[in-house]
């Protein structure tokens, strides 16, 4: 079998903030991704708070990447960069850039860090951005409230990578059912972050934290 036709699933998830935001993730969130698993990846933004969570939503995949949230107290990484196929994907909270959730920043981050596929949440807001660098933030898998004051309905997203390509789906809990209220397929090509011209002349801010 050709591997490189064979789709990586991957898991994106975070912002829980349990217990001091929500009781715990919704039955029904558990229930379909209990259906789902294994998955290949699974990539959590941080902001679990709890040791248990963070059991919890690994146990969904065979290789697990979490990073650290700025109301995290576990001894996790700031940052993560995973290679996969023709995707290296970034991973973070999101809180270390100036200004919440400004994706130019997030553009710079991805940039310095030379991925082609930025996760990230803090914001708790889902974001499918497509572009030379393609943003990701899957929202607050407990539709916790953020810093900012919003409230979303609980989410998380789903990659499939096959043949260079990206599948993204978002997941919401609306009503108490799942739904996929956005789908994305963006190509993959890591031939743009060997280049900085374009991000140059977007003028993008490229914080180096």
């Known amino acids: 079998m050709n591997r490189s036709h064979v789709a990586v699933r991957i898991l994106v998830a975070g912002d829980a903030h349990v217990p001091d935001r929500a009781d715990s993730i919704h039955a029904a969130i558990l229930d379909e991704l209990d259906s789902m698993k294994p998955f290949d990846y699974v990539l959590v933004t941080g902001d679990l708070i709890n040791e248990d969570t963070l059991k919890q939503l690994m146990g969904f995949g065979r290789a697990r990447y979490v990073v650290k949230g700025n109301m995290d107290y576990l001894e996790l990484p700031d940052k993560e960069v995973i290679r996969i196929g023709e995707a290296k994907i970034g991973l973070m909270h999101g809180h270390q850039i100036m200004h919440r959730g400004d994706t130019r920043e997030l553009i710079g981050v991805a940039v310095n860090l030379r991925v082609n596929i930025l996760v990230s949440g803090h914001t708790h807001v889902p974001m499918i951005m ?43 809990l609306i009503e108490n059912e799942i739904k996929i209220t956005k789908h994305e397929s963006i190509s993959v090509n890591l031939t743009n972050i060997h280049s900085l011209n374009y991000f140059d002349n977007m003028g993008s801010r490229v914080p180096k934290n």
């Open 130 to 172: 497509k572009g030379a660098i393609t943003l990701l933030n899957p929202g607050s898998i407990t539709g916790a409230w953020s810093g900012a004051g919003n409230r979303e309905s609980p989410s998380f997203l789903v990659l499939e990578l096959i043949k260079g390509l990206a599948n993204i789906d978002l997941y919401q």
